[in-house]
């Protein structure tokens, strides 16, 4: 009897399926990479479309949720490498600071004159939706121990 044949996957099919042995810090440094590669492409993208004013609102409000969403997952992941007990309680907190922090900013910083609302409003979904996306596949291929045995 023959042994069944190899079969030969492509790096990028291997490389999908991995699991995320760096946890917290893993799905951090995953959903910087894709975020930031998105915002760029679409920035690229927005600048023969638009102009360079769409251009620079499409990649301030995609960095502006991007610099926010990974300062509350910094916090997870440090607060879950020292409380791992409190981690969840911590990184609620620390949801709730970056929701208010960003309201701030909203409300004081003065808007620049340059900046173009729609163009603002795609980098920022985009960011969102990019962050988010990366975040629940990471995370789907992360062990974690809640609690010490």
Known sequence: MRPAPKTRRSSGAGRL???????????????????LVAVAIAAGIAWPVGGPAAAASLA???????VLSAMT?????????????????IAL????????????LLTVVP???????????????????????TEVLVFARTRQQIYDD
């Open 17 to 35: 399926r991995r699991q995320n042995t760096r946890g917290w810090w893993g799905i951090l440094i995953a959903c910087l990479t894709v975020c």
């Open 60 to 66: 301030l409000a995609g960095a502006a949720v991007v």
């Open 73 to 89: 997952l910094a916090l997870t992941a440090w607060s879950w490498n020292r409380w791992r007990d409190q981690a969840i309680f």
């Open 93 to 104: 907190f620390g949801f709730v600071v970056k929701l208010v922090l960003m309201a701030v």
């Open 111 to 133: 808007v620049p004159g340059w900046l173009q609302p729609l163009p603002a409003g795609v980098g920022a979904l985009l960011a969102i939706l990019a962050w988010q996306a």
